[in-house]
């Protein structure tokens, strides 16, 4: 996927949408993220609710390229701290296979970062809330991350109840449930469990998609991997984790 460089997350409620839409509006672009804060998201007149910004590397790319991603998370977390929002990141590629050559991988040097920047975004200050979007790394990596910012929160999308995601099923296990949030992630992301009812039933992968009305399967896989709690438990969680995060009220959703 291409970098979002940076931008807002606004609530959107003009359209009727009930619960009330959050959108990701781009600021800059092409490396430009130079002026992101609440007065740079078009129409945002107080309903920025958040802002996001995105490490996607790949083997070989530049170090220009680089150097605007990680340039756009230092803003976005800025504008986040400033406005005492959250800031949403994600980190892209997945970790090598285990026992190849990580020295150089792009997940490690994303990871690095990552850790980088919000280091120095605490340094300026308490530093802001950050959502760690669609985690899809090693659960010793992860547990090195929670330790390190405890205003860290972890999205876990349907990646985490595929057979083979072993170590997704181990971060499921070691992120608090209060620093937990579960997400729809990429469209063509579908619980394990739905593919496979929709199998059954004749249907193909392929005209599958992944939506909100998915989450509680989510919720599923990583009760399993939890042990001891049921999905209700966990969707009831992470609902209220997402709730206070992002400042909504939970009359809106």
């Not at 504008?79 to 800031?87: D, K, L, Q, R």
């Not at 599958?208 to 001891?228: D, N, Q, V, Y």
Request: with cysteine; proline share 6%; glycine share 10%.
């Amino acid at each position: 996927a291409a970098p979002r460089y940076g931008g807002c997350i606004m609530r959107r409620t003009e359209t009727g949408a009930d619960p009330p839409l959050l959108v990701f509006v781009p600021v800059g672009g092409g490396g430009s993220c130079s002026a992101l804060d609440r007065t740079s998201c078009p129409g945002a007149n107080g309903s920025v609710v958040g802002y996001f910004s995105d490490l996607i590397y790949v083997r070989g790319d530049s170090p220009v390229e680089r150097t605007a991603q990680r340039d756009a998370l230092a803003l976005a977390c800025r504008a986040a701290s400033e406005a005492g929002t959250i800031v949403q990141v994600r980190i892209s590629p997945l970790p090598s296979r285990a026992g190849e050559e990580e020295e150089n991988s792009p997940h490690k040097d994303a990871l690095r970062d990552l850790a980088e920047v919000l280091l120095a975004a605490t340094s300026e200050g308490c530093g802001p809330v950050v959502h760690l979007s669609r985690w899809s790394g090693r659960a010793s990596n992860l547990v090195r991350l929670l330790e390190a910012f405890p205003k860290l929160y972890v999205g876990m999308d349907a990646t985490v109840s595929f057979s083979k995601a072993v170590e997704l099923h181990e971060c499921a296990f070691e992120v608090p449930p209060d620093r937990l949030l579960i997400e729809t992630g990429h469209p063509s992301t579908v619980p394990a469990s739905v593919a496979k009812a929709g199998a059954t039933a004749g249907g193909s992968l392929v005209t599958a998609w992944c939506h909100a009305g998915t989450l509680p399967f989510i919720a599923e896989a990583i009760a399993e991997k939890r042990g001891g709690v049921t999905a209700a438990d966990v969707a009831r969680i992470c609902g209220e984790n997402t709730l206070r995060i992002y400042g909504l009220a939970a009359t809106d959703c």
